[in-house]
């Protein structure tokens, strides 16, 4: 009943696996062929003796198959190439064809021998997650690493490929991203606007023993993305102190130049949040984006972070002030935590919200690891399984636990809605005494459409300080609550025998819990959208980009074990030329001078994007970051276009 009002969301009820980032660097060391064998020396080792656990040997066998099942889907696709270069006329493209037919009899069964090699074989495994099941993320991981060998043999070194022809190769598997398409219900349409399939990846940071990692390839990366501005992969750039300046300036560029494109990630918080998870220092320097913008540890070391659900902020204040009565529907559907009108101050108000808050989180996990242990019986993955840390050497699919290290992601909608509607309470009914709690409630009972209603809106709107302009205040009830969940939550257990990790996102949940939500006391009316994921409430971060970011970071990021994810938007005018450049990266590194993990930047003005919901064929190319990817703006409906045009857009008068 409460998934059915949008109180919570329980997750992978579309799908089994979550975000997941395979073991690149060991499918690329060894080929199935290694996989294989791997799984067979294990059922052999079982044998003699007599230690016989069925359900392992069947994992191990089920590897088996799959493996056999790739290899035969890559001869399929050599005959084919084959059967088009004898009827080709083009000897170049003939050349192409026989090459593509020659490397696909070779991997992935084997280890590559080149670069060309090398891309087909992450093609062949991405293609097959796909294949296996419905999955909600699948990222390209740590690219620039696992692919630099190839690529310094072919181009810098053996001179066999040039720079050129690595950037066509590389342009073909950005293109061939684009053609992986999920079909959703309506919820998740409307919860994931933009049909995003989070295929992200990573370039920059560190190495696994604390050296700078970029090198030519990260920037290859960056400029296939910036030449075809294509919505995937979604690029993201590690920065930390030995990030080369010339790094961040290319993604810079891409920002100012209106690409949405890429997102930005602080080495510092991502290594303390992965650290929470129980990894060593070396998996920590090594992570990667397992989905959006969870930090995992190492490349495929981790089953990613499955989507267990999301909370409804909005729905949480108004049953504290109804006593656990949803009032858009009459019925009980939290605790019943007190009337408010005798809450003696702000901070009764605050448990009773906290109390409201891990009653429904606990639901989640109950509803969630219902679905988990029927997965494990039902549906468990074994390709996905076997491309993870710890899978085969324990026998084990992700879903039985058998991954190295095993979360599950628990979010949110309405964060700073939750926030300014503390402040407002506080501000208004505790302290200034300008409202009774009485007229509070009713106030937001009626949405505001009463006699008293627009000046009692008024009041919240604009008494109160507001989440996102620096204010201390105001900014300290955000940290404390966001910490009280981490604190709580992710001491939990889930399922799999990994533990329940804390993200401050909403994706576009925001939208669809929204539309269900009654008038909030941060002066929301009713059916509106929340907060933009991590972000302040749309229009009321008026202080300027570095007040916005210091609020954003100011939450204490570092202890949440999946990130926060951070929008921000600026007016192309404002960000012109080497100053506007300048102006970006100071934003960027300033969030991560105070702690913030993640930051994706928009440039676009308002008057642009309010003609593409008018004139959407003018507007075919224009993309949007949304939450952790990327969508054409044209694509979204008007709900998730309304929330991208209401960020504030900083330096729109500079």
């Known amino acids: 009943e409460c998934m059915a009002d949008d109180i919570i969301t329980v997750g992978l009820t579309n799908g089994v696996s979550g975000e997941t980032t395979c073991d690149h660097e060991k499918l690329l060391t060894v080929g199935l062929k290694g996989y294989m064998e791997e799984c067979q020396a294990n059922i052999d080792a079982m044998m003699p003796k007599c230690q016989l656990d069925e359900e392992k040997i069947n994992y191990w066998k089920a590897c088996i198959i799959q493996c056999r099942g790739l290899i035969t889907y890559a001869h399929r696709m050599a005959d084919e190439a084959e059967r088009q270069a004898a009827e080709c006329a083009d000897e170049k493209r003939k050349k192409e064809l026989l090459q593509i037919a020659e490397n696909c009899r ?41 692919m630099w060998p190839y690529y310094k043999k072919d181009v810098l070194d053996g001179k066999t490929l040039t720079e050129e022809e690595a950037f066509e190769l590389l342009s073909c598997l950005y293109l061939k991203a ?8 309506r919820w998740y349409a409307t919860g994931f606007a933009g049909y995003p399939m989070w295929e992200i990846l990573v370039v920059g940071g560190q190495t696994p023993d604390g050296r700078d990692a970029t090198n030519d390839l ?8 910036n030449q075809l501005k294509t919505t995937q992969p979604v690029m993201a750039v590690r920065v930390w102190d030995g990030t080369p300046e010339a790094l ?35 998996e920590a320097r090594d992570w990667t984006i397992v989905g959006c913008i969870q ?28 006593n656990g009565v949803d009032p858009d529907t009459g019925k009980l559907m939290g605790l019943q935590t ?6 003696k101050d702000i901070e009764e108000f605050k448990d009773a919200c906290k109390k409201q808050i891990l009653y429904f989180y606990r639901m989640i996990c109950d509803g969630y690891n219902v679905m988990q242990s029927m997965h494990m019986t039902r549906y468990p993955v074994i390709f996905a399984s076997m491309l993870t840390k710890g899978c085969v050497e324990s026998g084990r699919s992700v879903q039985h636990g058998g991954a190295k290290y095993s979360t599950a992601g628990l979010y949110l909608t309405g964060a700073a809605n939750l926030a300014d509607s503390i402040a407002a309470i506080d501000t208004c009914v505790y302290k200034d005494k300008l409202l009774t709690m009485d007229e509070l409630i009713h106030a937001c009972d009626t949405n505001f459409e009463d006699e008293n209603g627009e000046r009692i809106r008024q009041l919240l709107l604009n008494r109160p300080p507001k ?6 205040y105001v900014d300290g009830i955000y940290h404390e609550m966001m910490q009280f969940i981490a604190s709580n939550v992710q001491k939990w257990p889930d399922a799999r025998g990994g533990w329940y990790s804390f993200n401050v996102h909403s994706q576009t949940v925001n939208v669809a819990h929204g539309q269900v939500t009654g008038a909030t006391p941060d002066g929301r009316k009713a059916g509106e959208p929340f907060c933009d994921n991590a972000s302040p409430m749309m229009g009321r971060d008026t202080s300027g980009p570095t007040a916005t970011v210091k609020s954003v970071a100011s939450m204490g990021q570092s202890s949440f074990h999946d990130g926060a994810l951070f929008n921000l938007r600026f007016d192309p005018k404002g960000v012109e030329g080497e100053k506007g450049l300048q102006s970006i990266e100071a934003v960027i590194r300033t969030y991560f001078k105070h702690g913030g993990e993640h930051i994706q930047i928009n440039v676009v003005d308002t008057e642009t994007l309010k003609d593409a919901q008018i004139h ?13 990817y990327m969508a054409y703006f044209t694509e979204l409906d008007k709900s998730a276009q309304d929330t991208i045009i209401y960020r504030t857009a900083h330096f729109e008068h500079a």
């Open 106 to 146: 070779w991997v992935p069964e084997n280890p590559p021998r080149t670069f060309w090699e090398a891309l087909q074989m992450v093609w062949f495994a991405h293609t097959y997650f796909h294949i296996e099941v419905c999955t909600t993320a699948n990222g390209f991981g740590r690219f620039d690493q696992y």
């Open 178 to 185: 684009c053609e992986v398409y999920e079909v959703r219900d």
């Open 218 to 225: 990260s920037y290859l990366c960056l400029e296939v993305a």
């Open 248 to 282: 961040v300036r290319k993604g810079c560029e891409m920002i100012q130049d209106g690409q949405a494109n890429p997102g930005f990630f602080n080495d510092y918080a991502a290594m303390q949040m992965t650290l929470g998870k129980g990894c060593t220092i070396e």
């Open 295 to 322: 930090p995992g540890p190492g490349g495929g070391s981790t089953d990613g972070s499955p989507d267990a659900g999301y909370v409804n902020m909005g729905k949480v204040v108004n049953f504290v002030l109804h």
């Open 338 to 343: 007190g009337d408010p009108r005798d809450f």
């Open 467 to 472: 989440f996102g302009n620096d204010n201390a």
């Open 616 to 628: 959407p064929e003018m507007h075919k190319g224009l993309m949007v970051r949304v939450a952790g």
